[in-house]
């Protein structure tokens, strides 16, 4: 067999053996020295300003060549520059016979001092074209040599195939950090397993919610590790039946699950598992949410709007009993009364007529004085003509305790936000009277920044508690209209009642 050939063979056996791509070209260049009996050999390949760069060297195990490959890995050659140079730019191989008598070889003189004699130079070529350079050095004068020269190429050829390869694994561990730095940064738990169910990525946020750190969490059973007891078999079984069916039941889909932490404790989850698209065995991936405070706070969302449906219905009774018990009563009396003085006029009798007339006035003014009241007990007609301001006023005036009010802004306000503080302070002020047995009681409302804040502060005993009926409702009240409402109220120190609004402007 040519020794070509021979040459050929060797390369291609020591590129496909080799683990990556940095063995496969090592591993080449020395194939091709050992079979063609040469000394060193170099690839060289262009950096993003065209200068090519030394990427490797074989060199045979011989102090008289220790400089020259030295001087070899650290140089870099422009277009036309040495024998790398010539052959990138020519794209197409070089044979020099005696380098060290090319005066125009910058490494000539360390060539002789190495003993080198032959230089050959060919493009390292892929797919993409010549991306590089391969050149080889021998001790003996050899004259140009076609058919040793075509083996080159072929050479030149699986490098080319080496140097794809190398991109390939670039690309991949490019891909593979961009992936890694995802996952890291990822604010939700994210559990890779493998198809024994066996943890093969836990992230920070899983370490965060579930309390195992990646090394407790990465080999052992997911199902073990944060699905809840009774929940493991048919998790098994479920990946089990994916596996031998290929039919997914809960594969890319939002479910809403319990799982467990380290320490016991359950936590609610919304789930979607993934099957990654990798060669071999399945891998799939869970994405994990913990929905504990969107669940807390849909079921006080709901609990509040049952609140407000019975605080609206129970205020509705109170108006019926109101009406029942007061105006309604009058005017029955009334129509009694009138019915009694026409039966009496028609008998002439003109004094109990008049009597009788008398009492409807009476009960009919009476009935007014009931209805007025009530009607401002529903709302009162002065806010919603004037505002906070001779609202707040008149409920200071018939308060029995003294009120001072510290500040009340003239502007108007949304009817809800303004009925909202009315009845806030209107609730302070009777709790402040009922409860409290202060000295003082002080009404503060600002507007600062697109906020109403409203206060109603006492100096009595203290010890209030939102929990209880009149100031729950308020809570209510305020949480529909985004606001807030703060109890301060230590025994013994009175009691600061603060409302927080929005107003938008
Ligand atoms: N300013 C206050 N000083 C001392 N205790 C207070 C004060 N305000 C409220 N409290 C206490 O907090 C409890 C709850 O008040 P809340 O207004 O919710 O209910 P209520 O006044 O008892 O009844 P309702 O307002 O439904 O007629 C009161 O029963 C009272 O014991
Ligand atoms: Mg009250």
Known sequence: MAIGVRTEQAVARAVAGAADSGEAQHQALEALCRSLGWSLAATWEPDRSDVLRCTDVWVEADPALDAFAEATRAYSFRRDEGLPGRVWTARAPAWITDATADPELPRRALAGEAGLRTAIGVPIESGRGVCGVLECFGREQVEPDADLLASMEVVGGLLGQVAERRRAEADMHLSEQRYRATLQAALDPVVTMDHEGRVIEFNPAAERVFGWTSSDAVGREMAELIVPEELREPHRAGLRRYLETSRPHVLDQRLEVEAVRADGSRLPVELTITRIDVPGPPVFTGHLRDITDRLTNEAELRASRARIVEAADAARRKIERDLHDGAQQQLVGLAVNLRGAKSRLAKGDVETTGELLDEAVEDLGEAISQLRELARGIH??????????????????????????????????????????????????????????????????????????????????????????????????????????????????????????????
Do not use: Q
Not at 487 to 495: D, F
């Open 380 to 505: 009162p007609a002065v806010l919603t003509e004037g505002g906070l301001t001779p609202a707040l006023r008149g409920l200071v005036r018939r308060s029995p305790i003294a009120v001072e009010i510290a500040s009340v802004p003239e502007d108007r306000f949304d009817p809800a936000v303004e009925s909202a503080v009315y009845f806030i302070l209107s609730e302070g002020l009777t709790n402040a009277v009922r409860h409290a047995e202060p000295r003082e009681i002080t009404i503060e409302v600002t507007h600062e920044e697109g906020v109403l804040v409203a206060e109603v502060r006492d100096d009595g005993r203290g010890g209030a508690d939102i929990a209880g009926g009149g100031l729950r409702g308020l809570a209510d009240r305020l949480a529909a209209l985004d606001g807030t409402l703060t109890v301060v109220s230590p025994a013994g120190a009175g009691t600061v009642l603060r409302a927080e609004v929005p107003c938008g402007s």
